[in-house]
Nanobody, 119 residues
Framework: QVHLVESGGGLVQAGGSARLSCAASGSIFRINSMGWYRQVPGKQRELVAVIPSSGSTNYSGSVKGRFTISRDNAKNMVYLQMNSLKPEDTAVYYC?????????????WGQGTQVTVSS
């Protein structure tokens, strides 16, 4: 009953920027941690950035200094600002959230949005 929907993916030139958005909807009591992961074919899904309810942030070493994660608790949204994009950033980006509903706590995933960085 909780849904996460990503948007903002597309084709970007190397060195360019993109902003991903993820909206959570449903019977949400509290969103604890939110994050962005990415995956390329044949590889495991990897953490890109995470922002818990404390507001602290953690980034993968490969994106640190280039990407910025933020959240809007009032809107149940999380964002990923991506700057200085590189071809190796090409992947399907997934929104993830640890959400406490009125009945249980669950880990949810969005459907993913493709980001392609051209050289």
């Amino acid at each position: 009953q909780v849904h996460l929907v990503e948007s903002g993916g597309g084709l970007v030139q190397a060195g360019g920027s993109a902003r991903l958005s993820c909206a959570a909807s449903g019977s949400i009591f509290r969103i604890n941690s939110m994050g962005w992961y990415r995956q390329v074919p044949g590889k495991q899904r990897e953490l890109v950035a995470v922002i818990p309810s404390s507001g602290s942030t953690n980034y993968s070493g490969s994106v640190k200094g280039r990407f910025t994660i933020s959240r809007d608790n009032a809107k149940n949204m999380v964002y990923l600002q991506m700057n200085s994009l590189k071809p190796e950033d090409t992947a399907v980006y997934y929104c993830n959230a640890a959400i406490q509903t009125y009945y249980s706590a669950q880990n949810y995933w969005g459907q993913g949005t493709q980001v392609t960085v051209s050289s």
